[in-house]
DNA sequence: CGGAAGATTGATCAGTTTCAAGCTCCGTGG
DNA sequence: CCACGGAGCTTGAAACTGATCAATCTTCCG
């Protein structure tokens, strides 16, 4: 399979004629990485973005006792480290492979050049940006003004609205999950635990079962606690 | 003073030509309003964005119980609600005057149309949109990662850092302070008393000294804690 | 097969919020 | 012009959420 096919599945791309994708293909470095391999350090000097082939990302914060905040976990077609590219300065985060994976990567100087160039690919990654600027005001607002049931709650809600099911599966460890919540694994079990025992879920490993919609949302929106 | 003038001074235009900013002129609409006056309610049509003349507006999150997190407090110059105009969909958060102001009105679909028209406009929004990213990833990592102290701190330090001085100057209330820091006016309260006590900072009314600027980025790196 | 990583449960502890009260300051209307 | 009322700010005591520390068990990767 050629780069221009992969580049052609991925929504950034999305609406691109063949020239411009072949032309976006000329610029890209084809990378992988094993499980758990660093891709880029926090400070590190920003000198492009990728793009997930195959695989899963973890990007991420640490604080100095090395407790870790998941601000993103991109997969096949995501993207990540856009904000190297326009403020043109160091990698605002750590980025490490979760499991063996496939990236394109764009060095800053060609993209910039790409985009100017062409105004669909910069509604496009206009789009992209606007779209993790919401997300990222929603993860401020779960942190601030929710607590961690809460915030569990509108996760499950978010996984289940994606999947279309109200039947869960969690494609990353628990680990990661409750760094992704902002809390500690520890706390993640027993919230779970709570919930399972009300009957707002059942679960079995990574599957997670939601017989009681309305009762999560409303856990989500703060309009009940779990006791 | 009229209208392009006021854009010539906006970063987000920076760089344009007369004839773009001529251009943009004419689908600006002038808006004033009142301190306290509403902008648009989180969930309302996201019909356009704005940038502030003059004024202070304060945008920000709700929970259910009232409790508000400020997610951005845009001045002259700034710009704030693009993500309306990019993601096609609803405002994600609220927006208030917090004092009287001058704002121009961009509609979203003129607005498109120029960013299409002009690769420089649509690089300067790029830049823009990755600021604020990287803001808002810095706060998700200080909610996540670090107590009140110690956001307080970076937020002490940024404030320095902006105006080159050890003395700071509050331009907002104490309770506006809390609310952007994801805390409450009694915690404030009593964590600057703590920094005051400990020789960290000296405080006299909305001035701040900073006499141990070492101190505080301690504190604000985790290294040190407030006893 | 061995060991590290993931997951769960209990007891304790620290940080922050909540509730309550009192204070100053300032704008506005009588 | 003064008084009133509300907003901002501070301090204290009590309650609570979530983190920490510790132990155990399981799973799965090398």
Redo the contacts with the bound molecule.
């Keep these: 399979m050629k780069i221009i096919d992969h580049l052609a599945g991925v929504s950034l791309f999305k609406g691109l004629s063949a020239e411009n994708l072949e032309e976006l293909a000329m610029i890209v470095t084809d990378q992988e990485f094993k ?1 758990g391999q660093v891709i880029f350090n926090e400070g590190d000097d920003g000198v492009g973005f990728f793009v997930v082939i195959t695989g899963r990302i973890k990007i991420y914060k640490m604080s100095a ?1 090395g ?1 870790e905040q998941i601000l993103h976990l991109p997969g096949p077609g995501d993207t990540f480290a856009e904000v190297a590219v326009f403020t043109g300065s160091s990698y605002p985060a750590f980025a490490v492979a979760l499991e063996k994976s496939r990236l394109f990567f764009f060095p800053k100087k060609s993209f910039i050049d790409s985009i100017r160039a062409n105004p669909s690919l910069a509604m496009n990654m206009l789009a992209s940006l606007s779209m993790r600027l919401k997300r990222f005001s929603r993860m401020i607002e779960a942190l601030s003004l929710k ?3 809460g915030r569990l709650a509108a996760h499950l809600l978010y996984l289940s609205e994606q999947s279309g099911d109200t039947q869960v599966v969690l494609d990353i ?3 990661h999950l409750a760094s992704l919540l ?6 993640l ?2 919230i ?2 709570k919930m399972s025992k009300q009957g707002l879920i059942r ?1 079995d490993g990574p599957h997670i079962a939601i017989p009681d919609l309305d009762g999560l949302d409303d856990l989500a929106s703060g309009e009940s ?1 779990l006791t």
Tied chains: 1, 2.
Excluded: F, N, Q
């Design positions: 499980r006792e407790k607590e961690v049931p460890t628990k680990v902002g809390t500690i694994p520890e706390t079990s027993r779970l635990g679960t606690r």
